[in-house]
């Protein structure tokens, strides 16, 4: 399909709306997890409706030391890969465009679920996403916005913002797009060596052993509800010379399954281990969240949560999460 580059929010005003708008804003450097965000909001938009992605590298993000400069500018490829994913137009202003008059004296705040985790590593990169991002809602005037889930904290502010400020658009998350060996898609990896790459897949492979014990516990929890406990169970399963079956059914119905605490255990045993690999890395920050608020969640936990990873290799730093629920005898969400 003909895709068509703007720059301007004039020219995107002045285009003929008929549909719903999708609107997927990106800084650029677009990869397969974009073009999953594209297709999404394509089909959600329908062939009536409209999808513009955005591509705009945003300084109001970075920190003192950050990559901004580096940050890869691909337009032209970004472009093309929007377009054979379903995109109509290509929205990619200038900083001037979208901040007018210098850097904005009034911006978002993110509150205190933006000083966490993220938040902490990176002071004001919160607030300085949420400006732009409200910046952006209005310049594209989306009937619905996709995110992905990747930015899992990034996505609840997000959501947070529009319930609160009351803006008049639906907000959607795409699952994570990861690679063939697991690392999930993020236009960082190509700062990657290739011995880089592999100490980077200890996160991945860390949320992935968290998943696994988190299973084994729900698992054994279902299990447990379905034997009964009583002491006449075992003495009657005694009685009749299955003293085995006996203790396997009193182990199984009186075990106390290890609980969040276990699964950042199994986690954190992957990351020590690629601390001692070359290079190494270097954690940030391994977390079990409650994804309303995104502080820690206790053992008594039931419920969605987010175990979630951010740590270096070398330069390059990248970020991780994968969705569980605890507490519904059930496996990984």
Known sequence: MTTTLLSTAGELHARARTGRRAVVMTMGALHEGHATLIRTARAIAGPDGEVVVTVFVNPLQFGEGEDLDRYPRTLDADVKLAGESGADVVFAPSVDEVYPGGEPQVRITAGPMGERLEGASRPGHFDGMLTVVAKLLH?????VALYGQKDAQQLALIR???R???FGVEIVGVPTVREEDGLALS???RYLSPAGRRTALALSSALFA???RHAA???LRARAREVPATRARAEALSAIGESRAAADAHAVATAVPGGPAAVRAAARQVLDEAARLDPPLVLDYLA???PTDFTEIGDDFTGEAVLAVAARVGTTRLIDNIPLTFGTFGAAS
Do not use: I, K, W, Y
Request: hydrophobic share 30%.
């Open 160 to 162: 947070r913002m529009v």
């Open 139 to 143: 310049l594209t005037r989306p009937d």
């Open 210 to 212: 968290g998943q696994d």
């Open 187 to 189: 236009s960082r990896n």
């Open 288 to 290: 079990l969240v409650d």
């Open 164 to 166: 609160d400020l009351n």
């Open 217 to 219: 516990q729900e698992a």
